[in-house]
């Protein structure tokens, strides 16, 4: 048993750790909310206090409820398409057949490539409206003027994009989940002549209820914070989201006081949402 002077020299021992993770992050943090109540551009040397200013200009900014609504259809219909994809493909990658070793590492990929590399090949290969892979297809079938998805549909060009890249993350997850699956479960629905649908509703979708609830979790914190397939697509004029809205004030306009504020408003719209998914994985794991 460990006697109070070993606990209070473990307590020292952890002190210096603790405090250089403290410090990583919560100076960055200190630092955005001082700059949030200045009057902070670089295009000007007229600084000083603004006060809740720098907030009220953000939250009045022409963008910010067209991005807000973006970032929150973007986040769902990612949810969406990776939940739904990934579920079926888990279903699809757990039947025994030839090369599935392979076929499941060319599934994951997709997650491990750069979101800028991914957009670029998206952009320039497949998206674009004269070499891309899409208006060859449409050529074929007879358009004389395939889509230009990022001027026509910028957002729906980007959740495509994203969708794409975290299908995989929510396939493997949800392929790890069934490979637990009971086998005697299998066998008793076999044998009272359970059909598909009935086995899946029945017996596979209360089995992947937790893993779906952290994947939701997981993706919704990383997908509050993209940025650059929106930046590199140029999308953001039309398909910008709070994040690029926040790089804009800061590279356009070269405010850094606003630029702060809508980065703390960000950061509080982030852990609200992390807060709430949070404890709707909690009961999901107590249930």
């Known amino acids: 048993m460990a006697t109070s002077h070993s606990q209070s020299l473990g307590k020292w021992a952890l002190a210096p750790s603790l ?7 919560f100076v960055p943090l200190a630092i955005a909310i001082y700059f949030s109540f200045l009057r902070y551009n670089l295009q000007n040397d007229n600084t000083g206090w603004m006060g809740l200013s720098n907030f009220y200009y953000f939250f ?33 990658l757990d039947q025994p ?7 499941r590492i060319l599934m ?4 491990f490539i750069m979101p800028t590399v991914s957009s670029l090949v998206w952009k320039n290969l497949i998206m674009h409206p004269v070499f891309g892979l899409f208006a060859a297809i449409q050529k074929f079938f007879g358009a004389e003027q395939p889509l230009d998805w990022f001027a026509s549909v910028p957002l729906l060009s980007v959740i495509i994009i994203v969708s ?21 479960q299998k066998d008793a629905s076999e044998m009272d002549g359970a059909g598909a ?28 914070n993209i940025f650059a397939e929106i930046k590199v697509t140029s999308a953001g004029g039309f398909a910008g989201n709070l994040t690029y809205l926040v790089f804009s004030q800061l590279n356009d306009a070269n405010d850094i ?11 509080v719209l982030a852990n609200l949402v992390s807060y709430f998914l949070v404890r709707i994985v909690g009961k999901n794991l107590e249930a």
């Open 19 to 25: 405090a250089v993770l403290a410090g990583w992050a």
């Open 60 to 92: 009045s900014d022409p963008y910010f409820l067209k991005d807000l609504i973006n970032t929150i259809l973007l986040v769902f219909f990612t949810l969406v398409i990776s939940v739904v994809g990934g579920v079926f493909l888990a279903l699809l």
């Open 97 to 103: 057949f030839w090369g599935r070793g392979i076929v």
């Open 108 to 111: 994951i990929s997709p997650f």
């Open 164 to 184: 794409w890249q975290w299908l995989p993350y929510a396939t493997l997850i949800l392929l790890t989940a069934l490979q637990s699956l009971d086998e005697e």
């Open 197 to 224: 649908i009935a086995y899946f509703r029945y017996i596979v979708l209360p089995h992947l209820s937790r893993p779906i609830t952290v994947v939701i979790l997981i993706e919704t914190i990383f997908l509050l």
């Open 257 to 267: 006081g606003e630029a702060a504020a809508g980065g703390l408003i960000a950061v």
